[in-house]
């Protein structure tokens, strides 16, 4: 199916694991962004990319790490969890064409990190 | 840290009734899109106004931009069950790849 799916849905871990959250699209979007949503603070980014193999930080970056090495996929990886990172997280994609357009989001990761 | 804040923070309100949201900003903007999020859901784009445009429309929805006041306003007319949801305003800077989100308005519509 067209479109960017996220897995997996929920997740609970438990502090110090290392946990991967995966994101794929269909649509060959050269960009793609991770966001963390927390009650209070909207949704925030952590990282971001232009297009394969090309990454950046974003607001909240600490203690995840991102790669990119092919188009359609923009894993986000928490190295050694902490319960502060427990939160829902949603990935998005858009192209890389004109002006600044609209994201298209998956429907999250919830994850829970006890 | 934030760039768009919406108020009011929660909206209550009969159905076939208007509902207007605010939001306003820091810095001087490139766009502003509007976002929908249901319960549980991903976020889904609504409609994006440019810095050089004052008023859009689409459908039911109507978005006005300020630039001087760094606010734009939300308005969906003719309110259904079905526009209960939180609502986002996002802010593109000159420049800037990435959108930056405000916290929201959850509004809820009563049947």
């Known amino acids: 199916d067209a479109g960017i799916t996220q897995s997996p849905r929920y997740k609970i871990t438990e502090t110090g694991r290392q946990v991967t959250l995966m994101c794929h699209q269909t649509?060959?979007?050269?960009?793609m962004f991770w966001y963390r949503q927390d009650l209070g603070h909207g949704l925030r980014l952590i990282y971001y990319s232009a297009a394969a193999d090309i990454t950046d930080k974003g607001e909240v970056p600490d203690g995840y790490v991102v790669s990119r090495s092919k188009t359609e996929n923009f894993p986000l990886t928490l190295e050694s969890a902490t319960r502060s990172q427990t939160s829902v997280y949603f990935c998005?994609?858009?192209?890389?064409?004109?002006?600044?357009?609209?994201?298209?989001f998956g429907e999250g990761s919830r994850l829970t990190v006890l | 840290s934030q760039q768009g804040e919406e108020d009011p923070q929660a909206l209550s309100i009969q159905e076939g009734e208007n509902a207007t949201m605010n939001c306003s900003y820091k810095?001087?903007?490139?766009?502003l899109q509007w976002y929908r999020q249901n319960s549980g859901r991903g976020l889904v784009h609504l409609i994006l106004?440019?810095?050089?445009?004052r008023e859009k429309h689409s459908g039911r929805l109507r978005v006005t931009l300020d630039t001087s006041k760094k606010s734009s306003s939300l308005l969906i007319t003719a309110s259904r069950a079905a526009d209960t949801a939180s609502y986002f305003c996002a802010t593109v800077n000159f420049g800037n790849e990435k959108l930056t989100f405000g916290t929201g308005t959850r509004l809820t519509i009563i049947p």
């Open positions: 810095t001087s903007i490139n766009n």
């Open positions: 998005a994609s858009r192209d890389g064409m004109g002006i600044t357009g609209e994201l298209f």
């Open positions: 649509w060959s979007h050269s960009y």
């Open positions: 106004i440019r810095s050089n445009e």
